[in-house]
């Protein structure tokens, strides 16, 4: 029993420090992403889907696999939208659960929403 709760806990560490991304960035045609113990860049031109995982989880998957995942935050439908002004082929299907926190009070976690 305990090695099960040893492996189920170093899964949820792993998850949370390097999978899941707190912060995501759009300039020009890139999109950077930070999460606590990793940061990494992906070109507009090779996101390819972004949808809901979960009610509140986010993916945003490249071409190659690579998936990004964040919480739903604020701004994040806005974000999209421009990343889909940016690149046209990029395919969207977000849960319900966005579109109420976009709705609630207070900030955005996302930088780029309005350019």
């Known amino acids: 029993m305990f090695v099960l709760w040893l492996i189920v806990m170093l899964y949820g ?3 949370n ?3 899941l991304a ?3 960035q759009s300039s020009d045609n890139m999109l950077t992403w930070r999460s606590p113990l990793r940061t990494g860049r992906l070109p507009l031109s090779e996101l390819r ?3 809901s995982s979960r009610v509140s989880l986010g993916v945003l998957e490249a071409a190659d696999g690579r998936r990004i995942q ?3 935050h604020k ?3 806005t974000f999209v939208t421009r990343l889909v002004e940016r690149n046209p082929n ?3 299907s977000l849960s ?3 579109r109420l926190v976009d709705r609630l009070p207070g900030t955005t976690a996302f930088h780029g929403v309005n350019g």
Do not use: K, S
């Open 13 to 15: 560490l792993y998850q």
């Open 96 to 98: 319900w659960y966005f």
């Open 70 to 72: 964040i919480y739903a």
């Open 22 to 24: 707190y912060e995501l």
């Open 49 to 51: 889907r972004i949808y």
């Open 75 to 77: 701004g994040f439908r």
């Open 17 to 19: 420090l390097f999978q």
């Open 90 to 92: 990029i395919d969207v």
